[in-house]
């Protein structure tokens, strides 16, 4: 159940009546700024052409261009003209307004039920700070944001900020305005509960998608106390980002955590050309695509009870199952049982209680080859891997020239292309280069799919570099090797962790011939633009042999924050 611990406002139209006299005297006074930059119209008739396209167009057009339009102003006439317009429109002065009846009365009713208050406003600075002084509400609210539109890039931004300093999730917080296509977008693209105030000069405005759709409509602020009840009682929200987290290994089960608590709309795409080990005798036996990294993210997206994550990640000791993993053999089971590889993973899913998708990028059953530059040539991933070597052996080998699928035609899952397409945000990585991430982008229509897909790219660079994969690489050795398979411009993100590990870690991944990667990117701008992040989970030493793994873990908490706020 939702447990509703703050309520975030906006201001105009929302705690005041903004669409009467302080429009009217708005309109007054850029109809008179548009005159003295050039319209040929009078100051009246500049007045009454905002009121009249305003009706015909609603209030998301910019009014002042289409007047400079039906008067034929040039190019040049049209900008100073329509700047002039904005400037006096957003102007400093503040006529005299006054809050709803009902805002105060509600504000403190809700402070009484320990609610937090936060008032997140957009417009001009100076402007905006006028008003709330006005209203006299500056100390009805724990905290007050000013979304500057001349200085700040977005009001997401300040939604997210209040949700970190109050120490918020999304599913705690109730965002209420009275536009659609700003604070009740937001507050659904973070997982808030989003009410609409049905008032002044956005209320006629129809949602355009489902992000615009707010949960709860209301007429006045008085219906928030009642509402709150409803609210309190109602199932998690689900709607929010749309995310794809695409990779292998146990890098993607870390993105899937990270991103668990800004939005239920998760599509792991997976994978699944591993054939080492109790996975590799699975693929031998049954002839199904690869299981094991599949199984760890459905635990990952999991809602259901420990013992059931438990059950499914539970290997087998003896001789006949030694270290086959339950959920695997489950898997292979559904596969025979559902008539095929994907309904086996989908019903995999509804007995994990999964909230979002976990897709194979392919139901071929496929493995990765490798060639290295000498002409050397491994036909799976496992050979690939070459266990029997040791880290010494492996740092002379040559490197990697190039990777490919058999079969190589291979094509991606239409559900996991449709999920890219609609994606706001596509995480690759972390994890091996080659055979958890640059392994998806070899199916046949995966690179066509990022390319077309309009969310933002983001690929979450590895802390370490890996013997058998990317020995000696820098961190633009590894944009390279992705921009060679996914397509030069398609990254608009690279995230690293740039705090270096202790001496005493880096001697410990030595002895593996694993060393920390280096950031040599340039510094100029261009995509994909590098963001460093301290993203590393604290080490925790102790007296038993620690793995790798154990000692250098993307710390979900700290990586959620850059990637939701690489969308802002």
Known sequence: MAKVKAIFFDLDDTLFDCSGSIIDNARKRAGAAMVKAGLPVSDRKAYELQKEFFKKYGPMENIFDRICEKMQCSKDERRKIVNAAFRAYNSDD??????????????????????????????????????????????????????????????????????????????????????????????????????????????????????????????????????LKKIQTKKIKEIGLKVVA?????????????????????TAIVTVTDSGRSTGELRKEFGVPAVGDLRNCLVALSESEQLMLDLFNHRFEGKMLHDMSFGNLLIVALTKTTGNFRNAVKAAGKILAIKGKVLPSTLENVHVCTELTDGTLFTNEDALIQRSLSPKELTKRPPIKKVFLKPADAAILPEARKAILEADLIVLGPGSLYTSVITNLLVKGMKEALKKSKGKKVYIANVMTQVNQTHGYTLSDHIKAIQKYAGKNVLDYVVFNNKKPSKKILDKYKEEQSFFVKNDLPKNGKKPKAVGAEIVEKPKFSKKKMTKQQLLRHDPKKLGKVLIGLIS
């Not at 659609?180 to 997982?191: C, D, F, H, P, Q």
């Not at 290994?249 to 899937?256: A, R």
């Not at 991103?259 to 239920?264: D, R, V």
């Open 94 to 227: 503040v006529e005299q307004i006054k809050p709803y009846p009902d805002a105060k009365p509600t504000l403190r009713k809700l402070r009484k039920k320990g609610i937090k208050l936060v008032l997140i406003t957009s417009g001009i600075y100076e402007r905006q700070l006028k008003k709330i002084k006005q209203l006299k509400l500056q100390d009805e609210f724990d905290i007050v944001r000013i979304h500057d539109i001349e200085k700040d890039p977005s009001k997401f931004s300040k939604f997210k900020k209040a949700m970190e300093t109050l120490n918020l999730r999304p599913r705690e917080v109730v965002a209420i305005g009275d536009k659609i296509s700003s604070e009740i977008k937001m507050a659904n693209r973070l997982g808030m509960f989003s009410v609409r105030l049905l008032r002044g000069r956005f209320s006629r405005m129809k949602p355009r998608n489902d992000l615009e759709e707010p949960d709860y409509n209301i007429r006045n602020l008085a219906q928030i106390v009642l509402l």
């Open 246 to 266: 695409i990779g292998g290994g146990t890098g993607l089960p870390s993105v899937i955590e990270s991103l668990k608590p800004y939005t239920k709309r998760i």
